[in-house]
C-alpha cells in the first residue's frame, strides 16, 4: 500500500513540474488567459462551445458579452461580476471545451484558472457532455465533487450542473452558499458599514476584529452582536462566538 502511494504522489509531482513547466513556457500571467481574482468569490462556467456560456454569464452579471451563432466565439476566458445582494462574485466564462481540450496550445493554462475558483457551473445537455468536460478538467488535477481535498496537488471543486433550459438568475444564491462564506458588517458609533467583511463559514468574532486591525485583537474588550448568530439584539460576545451570514458586529476596545 505504501509504496502503490509512494508511486501516486511522484507521479502527481511529475504532472504538476510539467504543468508548471508547461505555464512558463506559455508565458503565465499574460493577458490572454490570466485573471486577477476579484470579489467575495469565484465561479468559472465550463461547457462544449455553443453551449449557453455567454449567454448566462450575461444573464447573472447584467453585463454585455459577446454571443454568437458561431463556434468558439470565446476564444479567451472572459470575466464578469455578478451582484448578489450586498457582495459581488467573480463570473468567468471559460472558452468551450472539447475533447483534447487539455493538450491544445493553451488548454492547460486556460484550465488552471479553475485552481482559483471555488464553484464551477457545468453547462451540459447530456450525461456525455457532463463526463467530457469532467475528464479534460481531472487531466489538469481538478475534480468536480462536494468533497474538501488535503491533497497538495490537486484541487476539489465544488459544482452546479445546469442546461440552457434551466438558466436563471436563481443560480445566483445558490453559488453564494456553495461559496461557504459569510458576510459580516462592521458597526462603529452607531453606523453599520455599507460593505461587508467577507470571511469563511464557521469564522469567529476574532477573525472579524483580525480582518478589521491586528491591534483590534490584541486590545478587544468585547463585542456586540446583531444578527442571526445573536440571541438577542446587542448581545455581549467575546472573540471565539462563531458568527453567521448577516451578522453585525461591533468591537469595543481597551
Given at each position: 500500500g505504501t509504496e502503490k502511494m509512494?508511486?501516486?504522489i511522484k507521479k502527481q509531482i511529475s504532472k504538476m513540474i510539467d504543468q508548471?513547466?508547461?505555464?512558463?513556457?506559455?508565458?503565465?500571467?499574460?493577458?490572454q488567459s490570466s485573471i486577477k481574482k476579484e470579489g467575495a468569490g469565484q465561479c468559472v462556467i465550463f461547457g462544449k462551445t455553443n453551449s449557453g456560456k455567454s449567454t448566462l454569464l450575461k444573464l447573472l452579471s447584467g453585463k454585455d458579452v459577446k454571443i454568437s451563432e458561431y463556434e468558439y466565439t470565446t476564444r479567451v476566458p472572459?470575466?464578469?461580476?455578478?451582484?448578489?445582494?450586498?457582495v459581488k462574485i467573480q463570473g468567468i466564462e471559460i472558452p468551450g471545451i472539447y475533447n483534447g481540450f487539455y493538450e491544445s496550445k493553451n488548454g492547460r493554462q486556460i484550465l488552471s484558472l479553475a485552481r482559483i475558483a471555488e464553484v464551477a457551473i457545468i453547462i451540459s445537455e447530456n450525461k456525455a457532455d457532463f463526463d467530457m468536460i469532467k475528464n479534460e478538467l481531472e487531466k489538469s488535477g481538478i475534480f468536480?465533487?462536494?468533497k474538501k481535498s488535503d491533497n497538495p496537488f490537486t484541487k476539489n471543486l465544488t459544482y452546479i450542473r445546469t442546461s440552457k433550459a434551466k438558466f436563471n438568475k436563481n443560480l445566483i444564491p445558490k453559488i453564494w452558499k456553495l461559496l461557504d462564506k459569510i458576510r459580516v458588517q462592521t458597526k462603529t458609533s452607531g453606523k453599520i458599514a455599507k460593505k461587508p467583511i467577507v470571511l469563511e463559514s464557521k469564522s469567529r468574532v476574532e477573525d472579524v476584529a483580525r480582518t478589521i486591525h491586528q491591534d483590534f485583537v490584541k486590545n478587544f474588550r468585547y463585542a456586540r452582536l446583531w444578527?442571526?448568530?445573536?440571541?438577542?439584539?446587542?448581545?455581549?460576545?467575546?472573540?471565539e462566538h462563531i458568527c453567521k451570514d448577516g451578522d453585525i458586529v461591533e468591537i469595543f476596545t481597551k
Open positions: 509512494q508511486a501516486q508548471i513547466s508547461f505555464e512558463k513556457k506559455q508565458g503565465k500571467g499574460s493577458s472572459i470575466q464578469k461580476m455578478i451582484s448578489f445582494e450586498n468536480l465533487t462536494r444578527g442571526p448568530s445573536a440571541k438577542f439584539d446587542s448581545q455581549q460576545v467575546g472573540l
